[in-house]
């Protein structure tokens, strides 16, 4: 038997997205949010599929959006601000959880302080499931399990070409300012260690051009190390801001600094709001049209030695975070997920699966 799927911020950029991927796999899900308006026109768009209204103001109207075993997906952030309700809503109903988000305080919360409550009920959390980090995952996954026994440091670089105007949806960017002066952290000696995010920055060879990444915690922090317990030493970085790079590089010390200043988080809301009154909804349609992207996995041995690399190449990060979604979702509805508590997306689906499905949303090794 077939679960229920419930798609929470279905009417925001990504939401919509996710829908329309939802209905051209075949499923009909239920579509919540806030705006009822909203949710018909899209609903009627779709074939009619149903609609609840559901707002994280009123944590309990979230609950009532499922039952026992469904599967969630969110796409409703920014999630440190308002991410949690439909946590709390999914392990309390013991169903799979999926979302779109990349920040990486709010992973590390389900990673830390939800898996066991998700244990306990039966719940899985499968957080981040798109562009970030499903990349960065499964290229990380493939090059350990190449590598064996001789992995001591993994790095993973994600890069992209073709984005031209506005790089980025309303949304992003609003999550973006949501996290400038929240803890970052790394994984070094084998074990997580605050870090604040952009200290580090790492060249990389993608689609055959130089890279400068800078760090951030990512979910690979969290996910490989239980891949691969030889692992001493993980890097993630973003090659996301070109000429910039330097710079950012340069003022990241400042960002741990600032976010220990009283009012530091009420400032980067009031920012967050600023940016998010100023660009559209969606990025350009020059970067959807024309936006790739690469994710690359080095792994070295505990001399430095680089012993496999592993590079994905894969569409514009928003039509393939909807496919993924929507890849997710259905296939934990038919099958469940593998394991309870909060997975990541190798142990949630399993290597060859995540590899085959990423296949499905345009990500394939190069």
Not at 219 to 240: C, K, N, Y
């Amino acid at each position: 038997m077939t679960a229920r799927i419930v798609l929470f911020g279905a009417t925001g950029y990504t939401g919509a997205r996710t829908a329309e991927a939802l209905v051209a796999r075949g499923a009909r899900p239920v579509l919540a949010g806030r705006d009822p308006a909203r949710l018909a026109q899209l609903a009627e768009r779709l074939g009619g599929v149903e609609t609840a209204r559901a707002d994280v103001t009123d944590p309990r109207s979230v609950r009532g959006l499922l039952g026992h075993g469904d599967v969630l997906v969110t796409t409703v952030g920014p999630f440190l601000r308002l991410g949690q309700a439909a946590v709390d809503a999914a392990v309390a109903e013991g169903a799979v959880y999926l979302d779109s988000t990349g920040e990486p305080p709010f992973v590390r919360r389900l990673f830390e302080h939800d898996a066991v409550r998700a244990a306990a009920t039966g719940a899985a959390l499968v957080p981040a499931f798109g562009l970030d980090y499903v990349p960065g995952n499964l290229a990380a996954a493939l090059a350990l399990t190449e590598a064996g026994r001789r992995a001591h440091r993994l790095d993973v670089g994600y890069a992209i070409d073709g984005a031209s105007g506005q790089a980025f949806s309303r949304g992003t960017l609003v999550s973006l300012m949501g996290v400038l002066f929240e803890p970052g952290f790394a994984f070094t000696g084998g074990r997580l260690v605050p870090e604040a995010a952009g200290r580090r920055m790492w060249r990389f060879e993608a689609n055959g051009r130089t890279r400068r990444g800078l760090s951030v915690g990512g979910s690979e922090h969290l996910t490989m190390p239980g891949l691969a317990p030889s692992l001493r030493e993980i890097g993630v970085h973003l090659d996301w801001f070109g000429p910039l790079t330097p710079v950012a590089h340069r003022l990241a010390p400042l960002s741990g600094l600032t976010g220990r200043l009283p009012g530091a988080e009420r400032v980067a809301q009031r920012l967050a709001g600023f940016i998010g009154g100023r660009v559209s909804e969606a990025p350009s349609q020059a970067t959807l049209g024309r936006a790739r992207t690469h994710t690359v996995a080095e792994v070295r041995d505990s001399s430095g030695e680089l012993v496999s690399r592993v590079q994905l190449t894969g569409p514009e990060a928003y039509g393939f975070t909807a496919s993924m979604l929507a890849w997710g979702a259905t296939r934990a509805a038919e099958s469940g997920v593998r394991g309870t508590g909060t997975l990541g997306p190798v142990q949630a689906f399993g290597l060859d699966e995540l590899t085959a499905g990423a296949a499905e949303a345009g990500l394939v090794r190069s």
